[in-house]
C-alpha cells in the first residue's frame, strides 16, 4: 500500500512537467497542423459561403451552398445513400474478412509466412492498376468472374454497366483490395495478446469459441475499434474505384460522396459549392465518429488505461 | 545449415538492393538539356495517344536562338487539374496546348486575351477553319489559336452490308435509312442475345464518348438563347432528335444493346474494329484505329444521316493553344504559337505523322489541310468537307460542364427507359439553367472586380 | 513405415482443414494477379480471345521492353526512392514522437489536440488541394519535392500517428512507470522502451508509408513542373494514359510499378514474423 502511495505521489510531480514534454513531443503535429490543414480549413470554410471558382475571387453568397444542397439538390442525396450504402456493407464485410484472414495465418506454423505475403499483395495494387483489372475482371463477356458464373451457369449481371450490380461491384473489389492489409494490423493486434491468458483459459477447459470470445474479442478491441473507426472515415470518402471504373454511372449508382465532390470542384469549379459538401461531410464524419467512440469505445479494453 | 543459407542469401540480397539504390543516386542524373542563353519556355499538352516525339518545338527550336520551347506531356485525365492548380498558385507554363473546351479557361480570366498580338502582327484568320473560331471567343476576344481539329464522320462495315443484301457502296443517308438499315444489319445468337449490332445509338469507343448533340443539331436545335441567358432544351428539335434515338435505341434491342455495348472493349475489340457492330458516327483519327488494329476491315466512310427536314451537321474539336495569364513571356509564346499554325509547319507535321503511321494530325490551317498531300489520305475529302457545316461543342460556355453532365445523365436515362425525352431534357434544362443564372452573377461580379481594381490602380499610378 | 500407420488423430484433421482454407483462399486472392501477369504478356487479340488462355503462344515479352523504352524508368525510380524514404523517416520519426505523447504522457489539451487530429483524418483532401497549393507556392517550394516530403515530417498523415497510439497504448503501463521510477526521461523511455516494443506498429506504417508515397500520383502531377522530377507512378500514369486502349501494356507497367513494393513487403514480411516472437514473449 504504502509503495503505491510512493509511487502516486512520483506520477504526480512527473505529470505536472508533463504539459511542456507534452506539447514538445507533440509539437511536429500541432506545428503542421497550423502550417499546412488550419489555414486551408479556414479558407475551406469561407469558401463554403461563397460562389467561387478557384481563378476568380470568391464572391460571398451567405447560405446559397447550402441551402442548395440541403433542400434543392437531388444529387446530394443520391451520393449520400449510395456512401451509407457503401459503408454499411463494406465495414463489416471487410473487418470480419480481415479478421478471419488474421486468425488464420496469425499464429507461426508451416507455411503461414508465405499464406501472409499472399494475402497482403492485393493491397500492394491501388489506384489506377486496381481499377483498371477490376474493369478487366467485371467486363460481361470477356471478365474473369462472369466466365466463371457462366461455367457454373449462373445468371450473369452486367456488374459496372448495371445499376443494381455496380455498388456490390465495388464493395467486393475493395474486400480484395484492402483485407490483407488490415489483417496485417490485426496481426499485429493478435500477437500482442499475452500468451499466459490462452495457457490459463484452456487450463480452466475453455474451448476455442470460449477463447475467442472472452480473450481474443476483448484483447484485440482496440484493433478492431481502431480498424472500425478508420474504416468508416475511409469508407465515406471513397473516390478513386468509382472515379477510375464508372465516373459515377450507371445511373448515378456509383455517384459517391466525395465523387460528387470532385465533380463539383475539379470539373464544373464550383469550389465553394465543393466546400461546403466538405464541410457537411466533415459534420457528419465527426458526429459519427463520435457516436463510435461513445457507443463501442467504452467497450474496449486498454492496457494502459488501467492506472 | 538451410537457415544459414537463407539468411545469408538474404543478406546478399539486401546488399545488392542497396547498391543498387546507391547506384542509382550516384549514376543517375537528370539530362540538362535546355541550352543557355535562351528564353525557356514551359509548353504543356497532353502526352500523344502514341510515342510522337513533340516535333513542333524541335523545329521551332532549330529555327532561331533566341527562345526554347520545352514540351511537358502530361497525363489526359489530370492535366485540367494541373493546370488550374498552377494557374491559381500563378505559376503557369508559357503555353498551353489542349483540346478541351477553351471556355473553361477564357470565361475564367485563364487565358491571355491574343487580340493585340493578332492585331499587330496582321496574323490572318481566314487562315484557320471558320468553324474553329467560335471556340476560341469569349466576350468578343480571342484566347487560342487552333492548331489541329477533330471531325466526325459515318463509318460502315462493308461486307456486313454486302452479306445482308445492302449495297455496300451506299451509306445510309438519311435517319429513316440508318434506322431500316440497322435493323437489317442486327442479327442474334440463339439465346436470343445480340450477335451482330447494326447500330448502336451513342456507342463511340471504350469511353462514354457523349456526341448526341449531332442529331438535334441536324433538326436545327439551338440550346442557347441569342444573347447567352435562356438555356433552352425542350424545344422541338432537341425533343425529336432524343426520342428518335430512344425509339431506335429500343428498337434495336434496348438492354440487350447495353450488354452488348458493355462487351466491347479497347483496341481491337472495339465493336467496331472487332466486326461486331455494323454502323458507327466515329472521330476523323479512327481511320488510323482501323489501319492499326483492323488493317483488313473494308469500311467506307461518309458524312452523317440526316432526318427528312434537316440538314447536315457535324462537331468538330479543335486543339488549340493559348498563353496562360500570368505567363512570363507572352511575347516569345507567341512567336512560338505563330510558328506552329503556319501553313507549312502544319503541312510539315502532318507529313510527319503521316510517314510514322501514326494517329492523323488534322491541320486547322486551310492551306495545310487541303494541300495535295493531305487530301491524297484516305477519306480525308470527307472530314474537310464536312468543316463545311462543323459545329463545335462548347454551346453553353458559362456553363459548359454542368451542360454536358446534365445532358449526357438525361441522354443516358432515356435510353435506358427511365424517363421520356421531355422530362429529363426539362429536369436537365433546369439545373444548367441554375448554373447558367449563377454564373452570369460571378461574370458581372468578376466584371465589377476587375473595374474596381483598375480604378484603383488608377487612383495608385496618380498619387 | 510405423509412423505411416499412426492413427489419424482429430489434431490432423484440424489441422488439414486450416491449411486446406488457407491455400483456398490464398489461390482466390491470387488469381487477378495470374490473370493480370497473363494479360500484361498477350497480344491485344489474345487478351479479348474467346476462349480462356492463362499462357499466351506466343507469348509477348515486347510489352515489358516497350514500358521501358518510353521513359526513362531508372531516373523515375530514383525519384521515387528518394521521396518514398524521406517520407518514411518523417513517420517513423517525428509521428511516433506525436504518438508518444498522444498516448503514454498526460497534459492538458491531449485530449481536446487529440480529437483535432482525428477530425483532420475525416477532411476530404480535395478541398484541401487548392489552398496547400497557394501556401507552397508562397514558401517557393513548387518545383521541389518539399511539399511532398516536409508534411510527411510534421506528420501530414495523422492516420499514422493514430495507428501507433493505439499501439503504445496496449503496452504495459508498469514497464514505462518502472522507468520513470529508475529516473529515466520520458525522450529514454521513448527511445529505449517504447520504440524496441512498437517495431511491429512501426513496420505496418513504414510498409503504409512506403505504398502510400510509392504509388502517389497526384502530389507529384500538382507540384512538380520538370518532367526530370517525375515520380514512377506520375510516370506511369502519364503512360497509362497514353495507352489506355492496350490492356496487355498497362497490366506489363503496373507489374514493373508492383515488383519493388513487392520485395519490400517480403523483406518487412520476414522481419513481422521475427517480432512476433519478440512480443509474443512479454507480458
Redo the contacts between chains.
Sequence with gaps: MSLRRH?HK??EF??RR?????????S??????F???L???I??FY?SFC?Y?????P?FVGFQNYYYLLFKSEKFYTSVYNTLYFTVFRVPLVMIGSLL?AL??AT?R????L???????????????LS???L??Y????G?IN?ALALLGLPLP?WL?SPTWAKPAIILMGI?SIG??RM??M???L??I???LYESARVDGAGWWSQFWHITIPQLS??LF?LTV?EV?FS??V?TEAYIMT?G????STLFY?LE???K?????R?GE??A??WL??VG??II?LLMFWILGRRVY?????? | MWEYIRVLSGRIFLGIGILGVIGLFVFVRPKEDTPPGRIVLQLWQVTGAEDIEPVVPKWFNESQDKIYVKPVGLPFLEI??KF?TS??GNFPPDLFEYFGPVA??ST???LLPLDDFIERDGYDRSAIFSALWKEMMWDGRTYAIPTGVGTEAFYWNKDHFRKAGLDPDRPPATWDELEEYAVKLTTYNEDGSIKQAGYIPGYWGPF?TPLFLTWAIQKGAKFLSEDGTRVNLTAPANIEALEWEAKLFKKLGGKKL??K???F?YGA?HGFLSGQLSMIVQKSSFVQEIEKFAPHLDYGVAPLPIPRDGKPATMAGPVWIGIPSGARHPEEAWEYIKFCTRADIQLRSAKYVAEKHLATFFPANIKAATSPFQMSLPHMDVFVESMKFAHTFTVVPLAH??FW?AYS?AW??VM?G?KTAREALKQAELTVQK?LD?QL??NK??KE?LRKKEKRAKAKGKT | MNKRKKKIRPVHIKNAI??L???T??VL?????A??VS?SLKSPDQ??SAH?NWIPRPIHWENYIKAFQTMPVLLYTRNTILITLLCIIGYLT??S??A???????????NV?FF?????????????I???YV?FRNLHWINTIKPLVV?A????W??F???MR????????ELT?AA??DGAG?FKI?AQIILPLAK??LA?VA??AF?LHW?D?FGPLIYLVDDAKFTL?LGL?TF?SKHQQE?SI??AV?II??LP??IV??YC??Y??ES??L?????
Aim: hydrophobic share 50%; with cysteine.
Design positions: 509511487l512520483w506520477y512527473i505529470s508533463e504539459i511542456f514534454t507534452g506539447y514538445l513531443f507533440a511536429p503535429w500541432i506545428l503542421g497542423f502550417a499546412f490543414t489555414i486551408p480549413i479558407l475551406s469558401y460562389r471558382d478557384v481563378l476568380r475571387p464572391m484472414l488464420l495465418v507461426p508451416r507455411g503461414v509466412s499464406a501472409r505475403t499472399i494475402y497482403y499483395m492485393p493491397s500492394i495494387i491501388t489506384g489506377v492498376a483498371v483489372i477490376w478487366w475482371m467486363n460481361p463477356k470477356y474473369l466466365r452486367l454497366e480484395w490483407g492489409g496485417i494490423v496481426i499485429a493486434g500477437n500482442s499475452p500468451r499466459h482496440p484493433t481502431l478508420v472515415i465515406f470518402q473516390f465516373r454511372g450507371p445511373l448515378d466525395n465532390l470532385y465533380f470542384a475539379f470539373l464544373d469549379y469550389m465543393a466546400s459538401l466538405a461531410l466533415f464524419t465527426c465518429t486498454y492496457e494502459a488505461e488501467r492506472r | 485540367e487539374q488550374l494557374s491559381v473553361q479557361w475564367r480570366g485563364a462514354p447495353i450488354f455495348r458493355a462487351t472493349g475489340q460542364t454542368q453532365r445523365e443516358d436515362s435506358r427511365e448554373a449563377e452573377a460571378y461580379f468578376y472586380y | 486450416h491449411q482454407a488457407i491455400w483462399i490464398a486472392l491470387l488469381i487477378p494477379f490473370w493480370m494479360s487478351v479479348f480462356m517525428s509521428g514522437l506525436v508518444y505523447a498522444f498516448s503514454q504522457l498526460r497534459w492538458a489539451g491531449r489536440w483535432i487530429m482525428l477530425s483532420t483524418m475525416m477532411l476530404p483532401p480535395q478541398v484541401t487548392i489552398p496547400l501556401i508534411p515530417y510534421l506528420t501530414g495523422p492516420f500517428i493514430f495507428l493505439q499501439y503504445f497504448l496496449t503496452i504495459p503501463y512507470e520513470k521510477v520520458h521513448y511491429p506498429i505496418v510498409i503504409f505504398l504509388n500520383f507512378a500514369m497509362a490492356w498497362l497490366m503496373s510499378m508492383l513494393t513487392l513487403f517480403f514480411q520476414r513481422f514474423v512476433i516472437t512480443t509474443g514473449t512479454k507480458g
